[in-house]
């Protein structure tokens, strides 16, 4: 089993920048493939980025190159620093972990909580 919480949502301005958190505990010893999601109002859930073990990361086009998901392997802690924010990046965002390698459509077994992130225009 592995426990996720998210922190560091909140609100911004469009074109400023907000740092999400995801704190993982539990069976993190184990080879895991952590992404981000997001759920705006009425519409479906989508993935933002992935990253695995060996630092191979994969996002959405929507956030290429003004997201960026990193982690710090030694406080178990996946990161998404995200810049040039839009009205367009409100949801709730939430961190996910899946057992093994990161691939299209993996599905993913451990979820967070969620955080809310706002952008006003």
């Known amino acids: 089993q592995v426990q996720l919480v998210e922190s560091g949502g909140g609100s911004v301005q469009a074109g400023g920048s907000l740092r999400l958190s995801c704190a993982a505990s539990g069976a993190t010893s184990k080879r895991y493939c952590m992404g981000w999601f997001r759920q705006a109002p009425g519409k479906e859930r989508e993935g933002v980025a992935t990253i695995d073990d060996d630092g191979r990361t994969s996002y959405a086009d929507s956030v290429k190159g003004r997201f960026t998901i990193s982690k710090d392997n030694a406080k178990n802690t996946l990161f998404l620093q995200m810049n040039a924010m839009k009205p367009e990046d409100t949801a709730m965002y939430y961190c996910?972990?899946?057992?093994?390698?990161?691939?299209?459509?993996?599905?993913?077994?451990?979820w967070g909580q969620g955080t809310q992130v706002t952008v006003s225009s």
């Open positions: 996910a972990a899946g057992g093994g390698y990161c691939y299209s459509e993996r599905p993913f077994n451990y």
